[in-house]
């Protein structure tokens, strides 16, 4: 016998969720309810406040990993669901699994992943809505890999005319990196003013053009990207 597929919260129901800054969340992976969260303090990371390390900047400018966008958006959020030592227990219930995969075929829930060859070793997924990135969860199996995925979703961000990158809960490792936590009124004050027009590509376009401009210039990808923080630092 097979198990029901799991419910899966229609794509309209999330975007309009998203907008008016709630995201749902579950008990365990096998919860079948969700449940809505806005947070009285929000974290933020400001685009052009990415704390990028020389030691960071040294990791992507080798192109250690080679940086992919929906590559295996599937692997990612399943990599991500899996118990971890601090958390045995994962938010990301199959409904939820199943609702993040729908929303991404449907072009509005993206991937920032870091491979090397063949194996995916460190990523994140969000939601993207007009020029607003939601990151729901990362992971890493390698030093610096979810490092890195962030730092690349800045930069592509940046370049594709986004203007709130959204984190939701703030973390040690988060404010390492330059997040910061705003009252919530000021998240939706933030939030209208990123849906007065769209961003000017989305983010796998961003990527590609990136790729596209490493070619031109006989650089790496990396290095356009650690030159980015560089002129910002």
Aim: proline share 6%; charged share 25%.
């Amino acid at each position: 016998m097979h198990s029901p597929a799991p419910k899966i919260i229609p794509p309209e129901i999330l975007l309009l969720a998203y907008r008016g800054g709630v995201f749902p969340m579950a008990d365990s992976r096998d919860d079948g309810e969700v449940f809505w969260v806005e947070p009285r303090e929000r974290a933020i990371l400001p685009l052009d406040g990415f704390r990028c390390s020389r030691s960071l900047a040294k990791v992507i400018r080798q192109d250690r990993f080679t940086v992919r966008v929906d590559g295996d958006f599937d692997a990612v959020i399943e990599a991500c669901a899996q118990p971890r030592s601090d958390h045995p227990e994962t938010w990301i219930s199959h409904t939820i699994d199943a609702s993040y995969r729908n929303l991404h075929r449907h072009g509005h829930a993206h991937s920032v992943e870091c491979w090397r060859d063949d194996t995916l070793v460190g990523g994140l997924y969000g939601v993207a809505f007009d020029r607003v990135f939601c990151g729901e969860s990362m992971f890493a199996k390698a030093d610096n890999a979810s490092k890195v995925a962030l730092a690349w979703l800045v930069a592509l961000m940046r370049r594709a005319g986004f203007v709130l990158l959204d984190c939701q809960f703030m973390t040690e490792h988060l404010a390492s990196l330059g997040a910061v936590e705003i009252p919530r009124e000021r998240y939706h004050e933030l939030s209208s003013e990123a849906a007065a027009r769209p961003p000017n590509d989305s983010l796998p376009q961003a990527h590609a053009a990136l790729l596209r401009e490493a070619e031109v210039y006989a650089s790496s990808p990396g290095k356009l990207i650690a030159h980015s923080f560089s002129q910002t630092s």
